[in-house]
């Protein structure tokens, strides 16, 4: 072989041996979120507001109350005694006639479901509570209508890690479940939903809301 054509063969495997290089350190790094780059940033999930809630609201969920000052807790409740949480302070609280509490030191805890009204910071008690055990809510809509996603195990989990580091505690709960990425907030008008289908594409996350209206 002429010593220009072993140039030649050396040439080549020095190409195939950096696009293979360069295929393993982009598989090695995750996949990305397959997010829109041309969402406005005002207009992106961490940004946008829901309008808030003219009426009264109902939510389930655990009210904890220490030294006085009561909150729900919408999302993760740490199985210590007693609890612990970090919900949405509670206005016009009382124990007063409620059953179904448990008590150890100062604080008081039980689930109930809530009537309020949410101000975006703020729950404000409008009707006495219902212990959850005898609360009979109406099954909610299945916002998919019943059809899996079509997205990827990767993919969902990209966009998992993504809305995770973009949201934190604003994220109540987050997880991937028949082909989709299921959010959970503290209340959503349909405006997270837009803006995760502008960035995500359409029904890849779906955003259900906590709170609910009853007015």
């Given amino acids: 072989?002429?010593?220009?054509?072993?140039?030649?063969?050396?040439?080549?495997?020095?190409?195939?041996?950096?696009?293979?290089?360069?295929?393993?350190?982009?598989?090695?790094?995750?996949?990305?979120?397959?997010?829109?780059?041309?969402?406005?940033?005002?207009?992106?999930?961490?940004?946008?507001?829901?309008?808030?809630?003219?009426?009264?609201?109902?939510?389930?969920?655990?009210?904890?109350?220490?030294?006085?000052?009561?909150?729900?807790?919408?999302?993760?409740?740490?199985?210590?005694?007693?609890?612990?949480?970090?919900?949405?302070?509670?206005?016009?609280?009382?124990?007063d006639g409620v059953d179904g509490s448990e008590s150890s030191g100062s604080t008081t805890w039980g689930t109930y479901a809530v009537y309020g009204t949410y101000d975006g910071e703020r729950y404000a008690v409008t009707d006495p509570p219902i212990m959850l055990a005898l609360y009979d809510p109406i099954r909610p809509e299945d916002p998919t209508g019943g059809v899996d996603g079509g997205a990827s195990d990767a993919d969902l989990a990209a966009v998992q890690d993504d809305i995770a580091a973009r949201l934190g505690h604003r994220a109540l709960s987050l997880h991937p479940e028949r082909g989709y990425v299921w959010l959970q907030v503290v209340w959503d008008d349909g405006t997270l939903h837009k803006a995760a289908d502008a960035e995500f594409g359409d029904d890849v996350v779906i955003v259900t809301s906590s709170l609910r209206e009853i007015d």
């Fill in 1 to 95: 072989m002429s010593t220009s054509q072993r140039r030649l063969v050396l040439t080549a495997s020095s190409i195939v041996g950096v696009l293979f290089l360069s295929a393993c350190t982009a598989g090695a790094g995750g996949a990305a979120a397959p997010t829109s780059t041309s969402v406005p940033s005002d207009q992106r999930l961490e940004n946008v507001q829901p309008a808030l809630p003219e009426g009264r609201v109902i939510a389930t969920g655990t009210v904890l109350d220490t030294d006085g000052e009561a909150q729900l807790c919408l999302g993760p409740v740490a199985e210590s005694f007693p609890p612990q949480c970090a919900g949405i302070p509670l206005d016009g609280w009382t124990w």
